[in-house]
């Protein structure tokens, strides 16, 4: 089921986690945050957050074209996290499972 899209804050150099549980999302950055540099990554529900070496090693940077990201399609919920890089950003959020 759908629900309504929430906006996430993402401070500078961090992970955030912008979804939890969810099997299919849209996201997106926030029209007024888009000088920010977005990184993501996902993880099973309930497994560790990643931390700032996995930045380098599986971060995947996102929204290089304003485009959301395309969800990840998963029998599994997971957990998004995104990283910011020189400076706060916010993203759009709409879960659809």
């Known amino acids: 089921m759908a629900e309504a899209p929430i906006t996430v804050e993402c401070p500078e150099d961090q992970w955030t986690k912008v979804s939890t549980g ?52 998963s029998e599994d919920a997971i957990d998004s996290y995104i990283w910011c890089e020189n400076r706060d950003g916010k993203v759009i959020l709409w879960t659809i499972e």
Do not use: C, M
């Not at 945050?33 to 380098?56: C, E, N, W």
């Not at 090693?57 to 395309?70: D, L, N, R, S």
């Open 22 to 73: 969810v099997k299919i999302a849209k996201l997106f950055a926030h029209p007024a945050f888009t000088l920010a540099s977005y990184v993501y990554t996902y993880r099973p529900t309930g497994a560790a957050a990643p931390d700032q070496a996995d930045r380098d090693i599986e971060g995947v940077p996102v929204f290089t074209a304003k485009k959301p990201i395309k969800p990840v399609n």
